[in-house]
């Protein structure tokens, strides 16, 4: 499916009048319940389907809000960001839409991506961080969610940091994503990447683009 990455960016600024909040982990049970974030792009069609299980299964409305929100916020974000690596060109996405471990191929190199907000767990700054990427690297693959993609395979990180630390809105930025993304692939060298062994045996290839704002 190729998403229409204006309407995207509209239906996910749309979860911007709320509040961001976990009001527990992920799991299995709850991630069951809100697998139709998988099939519905629209905000309002989301929100129909969220007040439907709510009162179906007598959850808390405004926790299984926020968690389903959640994770149609982040997936929608994702899909638009992988869309955007696989339409630039020299890069050529994998044949398995399934694959858990990559999402294309760069130069020949595969990849995952991961959009991650500026972690606050860190305890550095952010300009620290622009300094010391491989250590900001390392934190954040052994700081990684447990949840189906978790592996110490190859990872490009959009990092986002927003300045008023509303880090987490700028995943919705897909014009600014986007800027981002083909910014760096135009200027991509593969001796840029930063090389860990998370597992013996695996040499981990990763790198960091930046999205400030």
């Not at 309407?7 to 911007?16: A, D, G, M, T, V």
């Not at 319940?33 to 709510?54: C, D, V």
């Not at 300045?163 to 993304?181: D, G, Q, R, Y």
Request: hydrophobic residues 35%.
């Amino acid at each position: 499916m190729t998403l229409n990455l204006q309407n995207i960016e509209n239906e996910l600024k749309q979860r911007h009048q709320y509040s961001y909040k976990w009001f527990r982990k992920q799991n299995d049970a709850w991630d069951n319940h809100t697998n139709f974030i998988y099939q519905t792009p629209n905000w309002e069609s989301l929100i129909q389907k969220i007040a439907l299980l709510a009162e179906t299964h007598a959850f808390e409305k405004h926790e299984i809000f926020q968690y389903a929100a959640n994770r149609w916020y982040n997936f929608w974000s994702a899909q638009a960001v992988e869309q955007i690596f696989t339409e630039i060109e020299g890069i050529e996405p994998v044949s398995e839409t399934k694959d858990s471990e990559k999402d294309f191929y760069l130069h020949g190199i595969p990849f995952d991506h991961k959009t991650s907000v500026f972690p606050k767990q860190f305890q550095k700054t952010f300009e620290y961080a622009q300094n010391h990427k491989a250590e900001l690297i390392e934190w954040l693959y052994r700081n990684q969610s447990t949840q189906k993609r978790h592996h110490f395979k190859n990872r490009l990180f959009i990092v986002v940091y927003d300045k008023n630390e509303e880090h987490w809105k700028l995943k919705a930025e897909i014009s600014m994503l986007k800027i981002a993304i083909e910014k760096y692939v135009a200027g991509f060298k593969s001796e840029q990447l930063h090389s860990f062994t998370f597992v013996e045996g695996q040499t981990t290839l990763s790198d960091v683009i930046w999205v400030l704002r």
